[in-house]
């Protein structure tokens, strides 16, 4: 680097056959960086109500799992499940048409129908297919399906759609997450399976698509509603489900009662912590991102 | 001519002739200038099975050497750190190569020639074609690669001034080690057509779009812009070349807005005929996102066109701001900026022929190629890092990175060693090349004397 060369002589140009060498370092190399632009950091609050979507969806698979428990040593009659399930059912679609309030009366009759149409539907086929479904994993043996349905299970946590859905996004509504819905579904089919009667069987996989198809969508609905109404249902999910196993396992409990408060509040703050070593660094050779008005797109 | 002593140079690159791009281009003709200078330049890419193997000659007497590779995609070969060794080693002891000069931040084959180069006490350079950003994974992967392959190189080069910040906080380099030397073209090949006189102020206006149609390209602020613009001013004409994922939407954009007529499509269109294209109009758009250069609105400069262009990365350092107008990426600031231009290409304040001479005295390959021998030149008379340094340099890369570059290093020089032994370097004959660079140089001369009189020629008989 030549020093003799005044700062005025260099300008940011490549056209121009200049006095200072090729690699002369100006005063103002790098003056267009910046750090961190648009960046919002995390408050610990919102996270935590964020966060009470997961743990919901992890009390549904603890409080089927304690179900499933309970049907395999008999301590539960599974015509009480077929019950519950069924109040369920009604207790869900009413928060539904409760939610739906403000849409428009045609499509809504419309899919009235058509809800109770398949709803019997998917009733009478799983009752059909029930006697089938016990003996499905007859020649497997019971270890390789306790680890097919954990892993299933872990698979159906990692791929579920934890995002809201606004009251205006409901008409746009899209399956999101069919590949989570179906791990849980297969894994309550392989653990159906294990099950000693048809009616057992029946009454678990009915349980499993109310817990892991239905209360789902039903969730991401109310994510949008009401915080207090929010933890209100988390808490109550999550003290269900320790309720449930406590008599089952001790163990077992304190490793689900973990779970919810790593969830629910450690890894909140984790992520809270962690933003101070976020380093983004904008420039000018950054792509752009084109302004185009809405107008014309859509015209 | 000689300012320098003849230096023995290796381009090594995935990215070369039979393909063909910016960057293959820019070693073509960085090789052919150089070798025009003195210097003995080969090339060192990989195969393309079944023609292009082995080792082959392009004129004016480049030696290619063809690496049987096998490239994984888009030209690329396969990231590994050792295989490319053993040809390497033996390349450069034949041709007695001094200086290795890597090309591109995706040639795996540029990284490795860089980390084996010092094994035979060959200096290294580095030409960054391009910009990355530093917030998706696959930047944040080759931005650590580039850094690892960078630590111990003995000079950068970028094209542009944006380049060089670019790649100077990428690699986390010094940025005097960085040099900025922009891109080059062959002014002879973009002429403005004869018969447009100076002041042209013919109701017609043609706008030439002329790149790939890829989002990258910035392609939906024109399918945007265009029909405001052809709605606007009833006297102008689009012509739209190239290919690309957009084409589709401009195809229906046109279709929508009964555009037919007004806006042609060409298609795909090969380097060579672009000069007939960009000579068709009077104003290049260029609407790209992000652009670490811009040859293409150089090129059309030279050929005597307006210019309007988004301003993004090194666009704005490419062009004195009489020649081109500038917008934001944003709908509307490109339709005021094609309103300015039009109305200076309407009023006849932009002459095609200034223009060209203008742009031609910028840029031009000899230039190039001196500014390079210069860096050359300086990595030359500078000490190299010893390996001790070597490697404390690489540990510095990282908690992880670190120590695996270091085993990278040390098992390279194992590799290395065991080449030795295997093949010794008393058992490899060298290169014998009888080279009159005299005879050369006049033939050189002779032929562009020929090539300005037949040019010459033309410009009598047109007028």
């Known amino acids: 680097m030549s020093q003799e060369v005044s700062e005025e002589e260099w300008e940011r140009v490549l056209w121009k056959r200049k006095p200072y060498p090729d690699n002369y370092v100006p005063r103002s190399f790098l003056s267009s960086l910046s750090r961190n632009p648009n960046f919002r950091p995390y408050t610990y609050g919102p996270l935590v109500l964020a966060s009470c979507a997961i743990s919901q969806h992890l009390a549904a698979i603890f409080i089927f799992l304690a179900t499933f428990v309970r049907l395999k040593e008999h301590y539960l009659d599974p015509r009480v499940l077929v019950w519950i399930s069924t109040l369920g059912f009604i207790v869900g679609y009413a928060v539904w048409e409760l939610l739906l309030y403000g849409v428009d009366r045609k499509t809504r009759n419309e899919s009235r129908s058509k809800t109770i149409k398949s709803s019997i539907l998917v009733f009478l086929a799983l009752m059909s297919l029930s006697p089938v479904l016990k003996t499905l994993t007859a020649a497997t043996s019971s270890d390789s399906i306790w680890a097919l349905s954990a892993f299933l299970f872990i698979l159906n946590v990692l791929l579920a759609d934890y995002t809201a859905l606004a009251l205006e996004n409901y008409r746009r509504e899209k399956l999101t997450s069919v590949l989570s819905i179906n791990a849980a579904i297969s894994s309550s089919v392989v653990l159906a399976s294990r099950l000693p009667n048809d009616l057992s069987v029946f009454a678990l996989v009915l349980f499993a698509v109310q817990s892991f198809a239905m209360f789902p969508i039903l969730r991401r609905r109310l994510q949008s509603t009401d915080p207090l109404l929010q933890a209100t249902l988390t808490a109550g999910a999550c003290a269900f489900s320790i309720y449930a196993t406590w008599a089952l396992s001790r163990t077992v409990t304190y490793l689900f009662t973990f779970s919810y408060v790593f969830v629910l509040f450690l890894a909140p703050a984790i992520l809270v912590w962690a933003q101070r070593f976020k380093n983004e660094i904008r420039g000018t050779w950054d792509p752009a991102v084109p302004r185009i008005n809405e107008t014309s797109l859509f015209s | ?463």
């Not at chain 2, 350079?125 to 080759?142: K, P, Q």
């Not at chain 2, 060409?266 to 996102?289: C, E, Q, W, Y």
């Not at chain 2, 058992?427 to 037949?454: C, G, P, T």
Request: with cysteine; charged share 20%; proline share 5%.
């Open chain 2, 1 to 463: 001519m000689h300012t320098m002593e003849a230096v023995r140079i290796a381009m090594v690159c995935d990215f070369f002739h039979p393909n063909v791009g910016g960057v293959e281009n820019h070693i073509y003709m960085l090789s052919a200038n150089l070798l025009r200078r003195g210097h003995k330049v080969v090339v060192i890419t990989h195969s393309h099975p079944p023609d292009r193997v082995g080792v082959r000659w392009l004129l004016p007497s480049l030696k290619v050497y063809y690496i049987p590779f096998p490239a994984i995609a888009s030209s690329a070969t396969l990231p590994n750190f050792f295989t490319f060794l053993p040809y390497l080693r033996s390349i450069v002891l034949r041709e007695n190569i001094q200086l290795i000069h890597a090309h591109a931040s995706l040639s795996s084959l540029g990284h490795e020639g860089i980390l084996h180069a010092h094994l035979m006490g060959v200096r290294t350079v580095f030409t960054d074609h391009s910009l990355f950003g530093f917030d998706d994974a696959a930047s944040i992967l080759t931005n650590k690669l580039l850094e690892a392959t960078l630590r111990n190189v003995d000079a950068a080069i970028c094209v542009s001034h944006t380049g060089r910040e670019n790649t100077v906080l990428r690699a986390r380099l010094r940025p005097s080690r960085v040099y900025v030397i922009p891109n080059a073209i062959i002014a002879e090949q973009f002429k403005p057509s004869p018969n447009t006189t100076a002041t042209q102020t013919s109701n017609n206006i043609t706008i030439v779009v002329l790149s790939r149609l890829a989002y990258r390209k910035g392609i939906d602020l024109l399918v945007a812009t265009a029909p405001r613009i052809c709605a606007k001013f009833p006297n102008v004409r689009f012509i739209v070349g190239g290919d690309g994922p957009k084409l589709i939407d401009i195809l229906q954009m046109r279709e929508k807005h009964l555009l037919q007529d007004r806006i042609e499509m060409l298609g795909p269109v090969r380097h060579s005929d672009a000069p007939k294209v960009l000579t068709r109009g009077s104003i290049f758009l260029n609407t790209s996102l992000t652009e670490s250069f811009g040859i293409a609105i150089l090129e059309a400069a030279n050929a005597g066109l307006y210019v309007v262009s988004t301003r993004v990365g090194g666009v704005p350092e490419v062009l004195p701001p009489d020649m081109v107008s500038f917008a934001n990426p944003d709908e509307d600031d490109v339709i005021r900026a094609m309103a300015e231009a039009i109305e200076i290409v309407s009023a006849g304040r932009h002459n095609p022929h200034r223009a060209h001479a203008r742009v031609r005295g910028f840029y031009g390959w000899a230039e190039v190629a001196k500014r390079t021998e210069k860096v050359y030149q300086t990595v030359l008379e500078t000490e190299p890092y010893d390996f001790w340094t070597r490697l404390q340099r690489t540990l510095d890369l990282g908690t992880f990175a670190g120590p695996i570059f270091v085993i990278i290093l040390v098992v390279d020089c194992l590799f290395f060693a065991f080449l030795e032994w295997w093949i010794p370097e008393r058992e490899i004959d060298k290169v014998q090349m009888y080279w009159n660079h005299q005879r050369f140089v006049e033939l050189a001369h002779e032929y562009e004397e020929q090539q300005d009189a037949s040019l010459c020629k033309d410009a009598c008989d047109s007028n």
